[in-house]
């Protein structure tokens, strides 16, 4: 994709991620070509409800004919997201393996809603999952986790934010003073996500 064309669909990105994610997300820490960003996001239901979780978007000069590279820098127990391990925030996320050069940025956010919303554990990518895992045993670790707790011998941060606290302090990196934007946490939880519905 061209500069212009790239651009264009940031700005979008910019104007609707707070729409598209019912007030769940945030972009934050973009430079003048927007070819690195990262996301933040704090789901309002769920079993990571309140928990702050940051992505980092690279795209690849020939966005969006391939997909962008997209890691998770907060460490989380999550089946599909390896932060623990020596892949680095690698994400399992089947719209980016079945990339389509007509999907976008956000539909790749809605992804990782979706993600989070419904944790896959029949085909886990992180080790510390079986696949005979129960779901009652797995909702417990994400709770000790978030808390700050001990899981499968890794001790996890506290990751919870407060009910009133905003969703993301939203920044931009320029050779200018940075301007920040704080959004909002004032919209209804998220609806049912569906990856089949995306464009």
Not at 173 to 186: C, D, F, L, R, W
Request: glycine fraction near 6%; charged fraction near 25%; hydrophobic fraction near 35%.
């Amino acid at each position: 994709m061209k500069y212009s064309g790239l651009a264009q669909e940031f700005h979008q990105l910019l104007r609707s991620v707070d729409r598209i994610s019912a007030g769940q997300a945030a972009v934050c820490d973009w430079g003048e070509a927007p070819l690195t960003f990262g996301v933040h996001i704090v789901p309002r239901d769920g079993l990571y409800r309140n928990g702050r979780f940051t992505f980092k978007f690279s795209l690849h000069d020939q966005y969006p004919q391939y997909p962008p590279r997209v890691v998770c820098l907060t460490n989380i127990y999550h089946p599909n997201i390896d932060t623990v391990d020596e892949y680095e925030g690698e994400i399992c996320l089947s719209l980016l393996d079945e990339w389509q050069p007509t999907f976008t940025l956000e539909d790749v956010i809605i992804g990782l809603l979706f993600l989070l919303y419904h944790p896959n554990l029949e085909e886990p990518l992180s080790p510390f999952f079986e696949p005979c895992m129960n779901w009652e045993e797995f909702a417990e670790k994400v709770h000790l986790s978030l808390q700050g707790g001990v899981v499968e011998d890794y001790v996890f941060q506290r990751n919870q934010v407060e009910e009133k606290e905003p969703v993301a302090m939203v920044t931009r990196v320029t050779n200018q003073e940075p301007v920040a934007i704080v959004k909002s946490k004032g919209r209804e939880q998220c609806g049912r996500l569906d990856v089949l519905n995306l464009r």
